[in-house]
């Protein structure tokens, strides 16, 4: 192996992607997109640039950093963290973006080094990261410690291996045809609202969230970090009012993205107990993003997952005509989410490997 002279640097995180000191983050969407476009054929898994700034501005809820890896002049590489903001967050989630083409000269070693050092300085005991795997069997399968699901040995998959990191889960991503049959979704929501009962009624919104339903839906959406299946993946119990719901919005919706909500609110008590979250970027033609989905577990067995997907597919198709296909992540483990989305109609496209290592 070659090892090539390499210098890295903070990334910059501009005012504006239009200021003169943007040049790197706009590169950083770039190289995003082509990192996932490269791993499953897949460029729209990855949000751009203009997507990701708001996020990265606003440090209340989550500290975003990054580092620049170049030869020369060159961006051969890049890597970030993130770190939640709750006391007792103890974990740095952590993204590497290195072309094939850069692979095999120290681009990738330096760059994780440089990101386990940075966890380790800021005082986490925990790195996490994601891999990106193609839907194919290959000599080496690796099976997570949960035992559900399994996915083709890669490059980023053996440099973590040899750096000590664990895979403890994979999740399965499922893409959705906007452009189907639609009386399949409105014969599965028909069923599930019946089976409810009057018990359960459906709301819903495009964000910002109306102010009435603020705190409800902060409750819910806490709820997404200790219900959802995440194997032994140490998150953080996340914490939400609706000050953090008004914050989350506004970074969303700041690009142009629209967000659109179906919930379900349990009739005696008041309480929102699912939604699903369906988002799109500015260009209002590209892939719809499932993002928060969640059933609360004491409301679980009355087919509200079902209720809550079907009602936002079915809305959207009327919101967003020129969005031809849906992408959503699920635990392979998440049996019953992953059944409702096959009878609806998803189909798996590609998969992804959750890391772990001590720091």
């Given amino acids: 192996m070659k090892t090539v002279a390499l210098t890295i640097s903070p990334l910059i995180v501009p005012a504006s992607l239009n200021d003169a000191d943007a040049a790197d983050f706009r590169a950083y969407g770039d190289l995003n997109r082509l990192v996932c476009d490269e791993a499953v054929g897949l460029p729209d898994l990855a949000p751009d640039a203009a997507q990701m700034l708001p996020e990265w501005q606003d440090s209340t809820d989550s500290i975003d950093i990054g580092f620049v890896a170049r030869v020369d002049d060159r961006i051969v590489g890049m890597v970030t963290l993130s770190f939640a903001q709750e006391a007792d967050a103890h974990a740095a989630e952590v993204d590497l973006l290195v072309l094939a083409e850069h692979w095999g000269h120290g681009v990738e070693e330096a760059l994780m080094e440089r990101a386990e050092e940075e966890a380790r300085a800021r005082g986490r005991s925990l790195v996490q990261i994601w891999s990106l795997h193609r839907p194919e069997e290959a000599d080496r399968m690796l099976v997570p410690r949960t035992g559900c699901g399994r996915i083709p040995a890669i490059a980023l998959s ?90 989350r919005e506004a970074r969303l919706t700041a690009a142009g993205q629209a967000v659109s909500v179906v919930a379900v609110q349990h009739v005696p008590t008041g309480e929102l107990v699912a939604y699903n979250e369906l988002l799109i970027a500015a260009d209002r033609s590209g892939v719809t993003h499932q993002f928060g989905t969640l059933v609360s577990k004491e409301h679980r067995g009355h087919r509200l997952g079902t209720i809550v997907k079907c009602a936002n597919l079915l809305r959207w198709r009327e919101l967003m005509p020129l969005s031809a296909v849906v992408s959503t992540f699920n635990a392979e483990e998440n049996r019953p989410m992953l059944s409702i989305n096959e009878a609806i109609g998803f189909v798996p496209v590609s998969y992804a490997g959750a890391w772990q290592k001590k720091a």
Avoid: C, I, K
């Fill in 158 to 247: 053996d440099l973590l291996e040899a750096r000590g990191f664990v895979l403890e889960q994979v999740e399965r991503n499922s893409e959705f045809d906007l452009r189907a049959n639609p009386e399949p979704l409105r014969a599965a929501l028909a069923d599930a609202l019946a089976f409810a009962g009057a018990d359960y009624r459906v709301r819903e919104w495009m964000m910002p969230t109306p102010p009435e339903l603020r705190e409800g839906f902060a409750a819910v959406q806490a709820r997404l970090s200790t219900d959802a299946p995440s194997g032994d993946m140490d998150f953080v119990a996340e914490e939400w009012d609706a000050e953090r719901v008004v914050r």
